[in-house]
T-cell receptor, first 115, second 115 residues
Framework: DAGVTQSPTHLIKTRGQQVTLRCSPKSGHDTVSWYQQALGQGPQFIFQYYEEEERQRGNFPDRFSGHQFPNYSSELNVNALLLGDSALYLC???FGTGSSPDTQYFGPGTRLTVL | AQKITQTQPGMFVQEKEAVTLDCTYDTSDQSYGLFWYKQPSSGEMIFLIYQGSYDEQNATEGRYSLNFQKARKSANLVISASQLGDSAMYFCAMREGLTGNQFYFGTGTSLTVIP
């Protein structure tokens, strides 16, 4: 049973550039959520995708955008990178049709460094 | 106000002893879910245990148990018979409503198991 996978593992970019991170959900899951985890902090919710649409969004600027594909995989795009965007980006998948407890399972993360 | 508060930045426990990691939460919803995750230095968030707000009994999963005190809005994680491999960051999280969407995370507790 394949778990959540993310690519790439590490990424180094410079300020102003754009980046795309990718996530494949756990087998059988149809919902993908993205989180940003700054060093020494807990994860912060960016947004969630279900049925190829953004279902909910956290307190992040429009520079952060996403997409979900028909196979339920997802991309997180960040434009005009800032130094403060340096963080571990975590993808989590769940089965989003309303069945409790709807646990989110996380991937290993992509560590983004902005120079 | 913080949705999840973890007041112990760091904890130490002797191998084979039990340890309690504290978590308090803040919500006005009647339906919610509480989760604990373990994050080793590799970065992946590993799901440990879940407690629903309507569950009358405390959740248990192997060596993990959740001490749920609804009136006090606390959901402490108890790890029994600590092992060296338990050394990691531990995050408490809450989802408002029984299904879907955003998880709120605390700032985490770093647990070190001493041989």
């Amino acid at each position: 049973d394949a778990g959540v996978t993310q690519s790439p593992t590490h990424l180094i970019k410079t300020r102003g550039q754009q980046v795309t991170l990718r996530c494949s959900p756990k087998s059988g899951h149809d919902t993908v959520s993205w989180y940003q985890q700054a060093l020494g902090q807990g994860p912060q919710f960016i947004f969630q995708y279900y049925e190829e649409e953004e279902r909910q969004r956290g307190n992040f600027p429009d520079r952060f955008s996403g997409h979900q594909f028909p196979n339920y995989s997802s991309e997180l795009n960040v434009n005009a990178l800032l130094l403060g965007d340096s963080a571990l980006y975590l993808c989590a998948s769940s089965f989003g049709t309303g069945s409790s407890p709807d646990t989110q399972y996380f991937g290993p993360g992509t560590r983004l460094t902005v120079l | 106000a913080q949705k999840i508060t973890q007041t112990q930045p760091g904890m130490f426990v002797q191998e084979k002893e039990a340890v309690t990691l504290d978590c308090t939460y803040d919500t006005s919803d009647q339906s919610y879910g509480l989760f604990w995750y373990k994050q080793p230095s590799s970065g992946e968030m590993i799901f440990l245990i879940y407690q629903g707000s309507y569950d009358e009994q405390n959740a248990t999963e192997g060596r993990y148990s959740l001490n749920f005190q609804k009136a006090r809005k606390s959901a402490n994680l108890v790890i029994s018979a600590s092992q060296l491999g338990d050394s990691a960051m531990y995050f408490c999280a809450m989802r408002e409503g029984l299904t879907g969407n955003q998880f709120y995370f605390g700032t985490g507790t770093s647990l070190t198991v001493i041989p």
